[in-house]
């Protein structure tokens, strides 16, 4: 399940951007180009929805148990939520956020991962919304279905552009 709180929003994120883009590759392509270039777009998101899990369980693995594993599907989908979100301010508000220096990233990831310590502690403080997190992360797994079903399609497709 914590696997579908990683693919939706990078998914989402990776569908509204090829979205905007899409106007002008319609502009500058023809169609079977327009739709590798998509395939290209959600099999790198499946790629990274990949590496983003295998970075939680990573994580679950070096953290003490009682503050990751117990609570994995809650405390990751939160984790990938708020990592997501924070990539997303930072893609869209890339011009105006000094965050591409060292200072800058640095203050941005402690921002991160004090964002994440006080979800974590509140959601451990609060049974109903950690219940509420957890009937959301499994009601997104049939979304993430669908979304790996495309990713698959996509990766058809890539194969037989790179074929012919």
């Given at each position: 399940m914590v696997f579908g709180a990683c693919v939706v929003p990078i998914h989402i994120w990776?569908?509204?951007?090829?979205?905007?883009?899409?106007?002008?590759?319609i502009l500058s392509m023809n169609l079977w180009d327009v739709l590798g270039t998509f395939a290209y777009t959600q099999a790198m998101a499946f790629v990274e929805s990949l590496l983003y899990l295998l970075g939680l369980v990573v994580l679950s693995i070096v953290l003490p148990l009682s503050w990751m594993r117990r609570r994995f599907v809650v405390q990751g989908a939160v984790l990938a939520f708020v990592v997501s979100i924070s990539s997303m301010i930072?893609?869209?508000?890339?011009?105006?956020?000094?965050?591409?220096?060292?200072?800058?990233?640095?203050?941005?990831l402690m921002v991160i991962i004090f964002i994440s310590i006080v979800i974590s502690f509140l959601l451990s403080r609060?049974?109903?919304?950690?219940?509420?997190?957890?009937?959301?992360?499994?009601?997104?797994?049939i979304l993430a279905a669908l979304y790996i079903l495309i990713d698959m399609l996509s990766i058809v497709v890539i194969f037989f552009r790179n074929i012919g």
């Open positions: 990776a569908i509204v951007n090829a979205l905007r883009a899409t106007s002008s590759w930072t893609v869209y508000y890339s011009d105006t956020l000094p965050i591409w220096t060292r200072n800058g990233l640095l203050q941005w609060i049974p109903k919304a950690e219940k509420m997190i957890s009937q959301i992360v499994e009601k997104m797994t």
